[in-house]
């Protein structure tokens, strides 16, 4: 061979080599183990200047989500209803117009998919509205065919039952399930978990059932998206969980026939022994544990055992289902926006996010809380109007708020121009996460530390393993290191972090992720 031949494939080998390297660094997530967007659509962006926001405000709002870095959204109802939230269905295979047209919403989710962005919508089956096609023929008569749709009972058998009055629950606040019909002359009462307007459907009986499983593949086959929020999954069967387990295994089986990958993340409000039989038909479930452990932690700077308790409850739920998706997040629709928990603290809620895009799982972002919107109950004023910029263009007006104004929190353009924003910390932590295996789909190893103000662990993937600190207080502080090879910043929340052979200082509020 020629010195010249030598030469090139010496050059061929090392570029394949190179290119080798590159894709083994090449981030390997994939969603679901990614970052999803939740919107409010109403609160979102407004296109056609009628003070509520719609589908092709969002549409057009999509570059912003890119840029941001996530991987999917997730949209609340968009289905028709009477209500302002929508959580109570009159037709389960139209849009609501005030969002738009059902071509629009397509356009959306195409639009979506160009830019790898997932879009799973809010599915409400566990009720439907009172004014539902459904429930209004079942109140006409008992040979009604819509009759079994719902279910029924008279009021000396819900007395002899003991039913009419329950305790309250935490995720609906109602004391009573059962409402009288309000037909004249006719002794019945219907079963409404949360509410009279929204009664529940019986799914003992089949033709509802079939009914349901086939809207759920119309929306994935015909309208394109990639999978649902199952609001109130564990309500079902109210009082026979075991129904309601099985229930969600037909309903995937049901939805995998039209689409395999199909995404379900489920709402089950409750501890982890009840929620984990629900993981076998909804494979991702929303973490609420975690979520008020974040807010705990930056709120009284203090290290609550937050690593340890994550990983036993996220170790449990993999020994029932390996293939787990941990649906984390701080606040959602449901709850008090985590910076008005934070006392409208800048410093905490940065530390909130920190924390959740660095443990484990599959992080839901709320609206808005990249700009630091802000929000108490009720529900209304922890929904309000996202701010786009100074001159309110495409902002809604659905609603007058009370906690997010432009006195309170600065538009989106405006953080866009600030290094050190709200926005800008968001964007930089989920570009990050997205970056790196371990962050992204790593284990979780707890380092444990003499100092309570501090947060740290290791997350590691194959060959890629980082170090992850966060100093919760209002003060620097310096923390031994047990493995002194991690000296390289991968990335950290503010400047001035030391970090020397053996120890590393973190100024007050800051999040560090050391390699080696």
């Keep these: 061979m020629n010195r010249a031949l030598q030469i090139l494939s010496v050059a061929c080998v090392l570029l394949f080599a190179g290119c080798q390297a590159n894709k083994k660094a090449k981030n390997l997530a994939k969603w679901p183990k990614g970052v999803t967007y939740e919107i409010f659509v109403q609160s979102f962006a407004d296109s056609d200047g009628d003070g509520k926001g719609d589908f092709n405000g969002m549409t057009e709002k ?93 009021l000396k058998q819900i007395k002899e039952e003991g039913s009419m009055t329950k305790e309250a629950h935490a995720d609906s606040g109602n004391i009573y399930q059962w409402y009288d019909s309000k037909e004249d002359g006719v002794d019945e009462y219907y079963y409404g978990y949360f509410g009279s307007q929204m009664p529940d459907i019986n799914y003992d009986n089949k033709q509802v059932k ?25 309500h079902i069967y109210d009082y026979a969980p075991e129904k309601s387990h099985k229930f969600w295994v037909e309903f995937k089986e049901a939805m995998q026939q039209v689409k395999p990958d199909v995404y379900l993340v489920g709402e089950v409000w409750a501890d982890a022994q009840t929620v984990a039989p629900y993981l076998k038909g909804l494979p991702a479930l929303f973490n609420f544990d975690m979520g008020n452990a974040i807010a705990d932690a930056c709120k009284n700077q203090k290290n609550n055992g937050l690593v340890a308790n994550y990983k036993k409850i996220n170790d449990f739920y993999k020994s029932v289902t390996p293939d787990f998706v941990d649906a984390t997040f701080t606040t959602n629709h449901d709850q ?41 109950k009720p529900d209304e004023f922890i929904r309000e109007p996202i701010l786009w910029d100074e001159n309110k263009q495409q902002e809604a007006t659905w609603i007058a708020p009370k906690y997010t104004t432009h006195e309170t929190v600065k538009p989106a353009n405006v953080q866009a121009k600030d290094k050190g924003s709200m926005l800008n910390h968001y964007k930089m932590l989920i570009h990050k996460r997205k970056e790196s295996n371990a962050l992204s789909m790593g284990n979780l190893e707890e380092i444990k530390l003499e100092n309570s103000a501090v947060v740290a662990f290791y997350r590691a993937y194959q060959d890629q393993k980082q170090m992850v600190l966060h100093n919760l207080s209002d003060k620097a502080v310096t923390v031994p290191l047990d493995n002194s090879a991690y000296q390289k910043q991968y990335m950290s929340t503010k400047e001035g972090v030391k970090v020397n052979t053996g120890e590393v200082t973190l100024p007050a509020y800051t999040s560090v992720v050391l390699e080696k």
């Design 210 to 234: 079939q009914e349901i499983f086939r809207i759920g593949q119309f929306w994935l086959k015909d309208v394109g998206v990639d999978g649902f929020r199952l609001d109130a999954a564990k």
């Design 336 to 376: 008090e926006r985590i910076m008005s928990v934070l006392g409208n603290d800048t410093e905490k809620a940065k530390m909130a996010g920190a924390l959740l895009m660095t443990l484990p799982g599959s992080p839901y972002v709320y609206y808005g809380e990249e700009i630091g919107m802000r929000g108490r």
């Design 62 to 154: 999509l570059p912003y989500l890119e840029d941001l870095g996530v991987d999917a959204v997730w949209l609340m109802p968009i289905m028709a209803s009477p209500s302002y939230h929508k959580y109570d269905v009159t037709d389960y295979e139209a849009v609501h117009p005030d969002y738009g047209t059902m071509d629009d919403f397509k356009r959306f989710v195409a639009e979506a998919h160009k830019r790898n962005i997932k879009v799973v919508i809010d599915f409400i089956i566990n009720h439907s509205s009172n004014q539902h096609k459904w429930f209004l023929e079942a109140k006409k008569s008992k040979d009604n065919p819509y009759r079994g749709f719902y279910e029924w009972k008279t």
